[in-house]
């Protein structure tokens, strides 16, 4: 059975809103950023239609299901405004705990020496004891594709380092430090998960990234390429994540990513509670 057209929001920026709850726009730049993704995204299949927020709806998208990036308040006002079905999503504040970093805090064995802090105290602790590589890499709590992100080389006097630590932890929402490693491998695997607790995976693909960690491609992964041990690990990360997106009361659409270093193998970084870039090279065919 072919599946109905739908109308996207691709809002890309969807943690900016979650970090920034209430009215906001995106600025000409990011804005121009985004329209690149959006040409290279797999999500819409073909029928499908792309709604830009900021341009007058079409009346043909009346009626039409819609979708979203993420379902964030100002994607469902504008899929609304188009005239578009709503899809059920979760709230707001669910979509705010679910894609905030502490999500996995303390669930999953941690790069050596990473802590989520919360207090410039509990950062100078942390950094004070050194990193294995000798930086630091800083995360927001909601940080994505390459933004919100600070490095950071123990000995360096820097005083942009420095007023952004202190930005990042004015808004409360603590701060994810953690050695910075070179990685070999950038891998993510996606599933979905239903209202009725429903669960279907994809399959394991490799992700290529910029310098920053912003996404530039992502393929199938061959047969063989985790090890056992790898597999294993990533199986319990697996269940840890479904485990704690269902906390909070998630459903829909989710991301891991995972990687290898010179010290061994990450099985999750980041979650991402919504789609992603590399969402429909994963569960195709599944």
Not at 268 to 274: F, L
Request: glycine share 10%; hydrophobic share 40%.
């Amino acid at each position: 059975m072919t599946a109905e057209p739908r109308l996207w929001v691709l809002n890309f920026d969807a943690e900016d809103e979650l970090a920034h709850p209430g009215a906001m726009t995106p600025s000409a730049g990011l804005r121009a950023r985004f329209e690149a993704l959006a040409r290279r995204t797999t999500l819409l299949r073909p029928g499908d239609a792309r709604l830009d927020e900021f341009a007058p709806p079409d009346p043909a998208w009346r009626g039409m299901p819609g979708a979203a990036w993420c379902p964030t308040p100002r994607a469902l006002r504008a899929l609304a405004r188009a005239g578009a079905r709503l899809p059920d999503a979760p709230s707001a504040e669910v979509l705010r705990a679910a894609n905030h970093r502490r999500l996995m805090d303390g669930r999953l064995e941690a790069l050596p020496g990473a802590r989520y802090v919360h207090t410039r105290r509990e950062y100078e602790e942390t950094v004070a004891r050194g990193s294995v590589t000798g930086s630091w890499l800083l995360k927001r709590a909601y940080s994505y594709n390459g933004r919100g992100r600070c490095r950071w080389r123990v000995g360096a006097d820097d005083p942009h380092v420095a007023r952004w630590v202190d930005a990042a932890l004015a808004t409360g929402e603590g701060l994810q430090v953690e050695p910075e490693v070179p990685r070999s491998l950038d891998l993510g695997l996606h599933g979905e998960l239903g209202r009725d607790a429903g669960l279907r995976w994809g399959a394991l693909t490799v992700q290529r990234g910029d310098a920053f960690g912003a996404w530039e491609a992502t393929e199938t992964a061959p047969p063989g390429t985790l090890t056992e041990a790898e597999s294993r690990e990533m199986e319990v990360a697996r269940r840890a994540v479904v485990t704690a997106l269902r906390s909070v009361g998630y459903f829909g659409p989710f991301g891991i990513d995972a990687y290898r270093w010179a010290g061994g193998f990450v099985p999750c970084c980041d979650v991402n509670a919504r789609y992603t870039m590399g969402w429909a090279v994963g569960m195709s065919g599944r």
